[in-house]
T-cell receptor, first 107, second 112 residues
Framework: KNEVEQSPQNLTAQEGEFITINCSYS?????LHWLQQHPGGGIVSLFM???GKKKHGRLIATINIQEKHSSLHITASHPRDSAVYICAGKEPDKLIFGTGTRLQVFP | DSGVTQTPKHLITATGQRVTLRCSPR?????VYWYQQSLDQGLQFLIQYYNGEERAKGNILERFSAQQFPDLHSELNLSSLELGDSALYFC???????????FGPGTRLTVL
């Protein structure tokens, strides 16, 4: 059974701090989605990556295929980054979701 | 705005009833996925359609069914509703099976 494990479950930070969220996945998953879910419930796709590194603004996602591990980094965190971050492993026909990391950034 | 639309935004109904949730994918996307997010279970994959054909099934109950129409919009039908069906239902679309998925705003279903 393919699995996706995420850590930490909860994370608090002061504005400006560098944040890392980790995701490990099992064999059979070909790519990783990073998603952001705001308190209102909407889900935004941040990245999908199957190798290397992607950057968008203050967000950076990396993936290590050999170690089956991905990280999401947020540089210079801001209170508006407060959300639940979810990694999802991509099987051919569906996503398998991690349990999410609840991030709170305080001013 | 992801380009994926879902209606209605909120739905309140009673046990035993039947509801239909609608999803319009991004322009040009052929794949539609349905997901359920309940408080105690997190996000769960329900079903996927590709260009009108069912492609994959996940944890979808027999009381639930879906279809994708020739114009590529999709509907998720939930029948004989139970209290436990209360959840957020998301659809997502992608241009192909291996492509990034983009999520709609969700439909919040409350069963009383």
């Amino acid at each position: 059974k393919n699995e996706v494990e995420q850590s930490p479950q909860n994370l608090t930070a002061q504005e400006g701090e560098f944040i890392t969220i980790n995701c490990s996945y099992s064999v059979g998953i070909s790519a990783l989605h990073w998603l952001q879910q705001h308190p209102g419930g909407g889900i935004v796709s941040l990245f999908m990556l199957s190798s290397g590194k992607k950057k968008h603004g203050r967000l950076i996602a990396t993936i290590n295929i050999q170690e089956k591990h991905s990280s999401l980094h947020i540089t210079a965190s801001h209170p508006r980054d407060s959300a639940v971050y979810i990694c999802a492993g991509k099987e051919p026909d569906k996503l398998i979701f991690g349990t999410g990391t609840r991030l709170q950034v305080f001013p | 705005d992801s380009g994926v639309t879902q209606t209605p935004k909120h739905l309140i109904t009673a046990t035993g009833q039947r509801v239909t949730l609608r999803c319009s994918p991004r322009s040009g996307d052929l794949s539609v996925y349905w997901y359920q997010q309940s408080l105690d279970q997190g996000l769960q994959f329900l079903i996927q359609y590709y260009n009108g054909e069912e492609r994959a099934k996940g944890n979808i109950l027999e009381r639930f069914s879906a279809q994708q129409f020739p114009d590529l919009h999709s509907e998720l039908n939930l029948s004989s509703l139970e209290l436990g069906d209360s959840a957020l239902y998301f659809c997502a679309s992608s241009s192909g099976v291996l492509q990034e998925q983009f999520f709609g705003p969700g439909t919040r279903l409350t069963v009383l």
